[in-house]
């Protein structure tokens, strides 16, 4: 089951060329990646990293830009987990324009699964694996 998030894109988003700066895709990526924890999993990221002691970080990004977004714009974004590994996670973005309903960007995101007072990659714990599982599907 995939999530989905609304974002508004900002002044502040756009380069000299009046559309959304690219890596701004992935700050918006993150944002969707934190706002799911929060809402599809039931807690907020910021629990996961202190209390739970357990970080996500990014080892490998692989994105297509299709469309190009502007300031007013809104784009939905679009998180679902691809692959649950032993130690690491794949989630699977896409993006579309909400004005036009165009497919603006889709991306895949490989994280690690780390323990925060370590910094070492570590099996994903079992209550982890069951929330993700019940969002695992096709690639977004």
């Keep these: 089951m995939a999530y989905t998030q609304t974002y508004a894109i900002r002044f502040a988003d756009v380069d000299h060329a009046k559309i959304l700066y ?16 929060e809402h599809a999993c039931g807690f907020h990221y910021n629990r996961v990293l202190n209390e739970h002691r ?23 974004i ?4 691809e692959r ?24 895949s995101i ?3 699964v780390m323990n925060m007072d370590t910094y070492h990659a570590i099996p994903l714990p079992p209550q982890y694996r069951a929330w ?7 690639a977004v």
């Design 22 to 37: 690219f890596p701004r895709f992935l700050h918006y990526f993150h944002c969707a990646f934190e706002d799911f924890f």
């Design 54 to 76: 357990i970080g996500f970080p990014a080892v490998h990004v692989d994105v297509d830009f299709m469309s190009p977004l502007r300031f007013g714009d809104h784009v939905e």
């Design 78 to 81: 679009t998180i679902e987990v």
């Design 84 to 107: 649950i590994g032993n130690k690491s996670v794949t989630f699977a973005y896409r993006g579309r324009r909400v004005e036009t309903n165009e497919a603006c960007v889709k991306g």
């Design 110 to 112: 490989v994280t690690a």
């Design 132 to 138: 993700f599982e019940q969002h695992l599907g096709k």
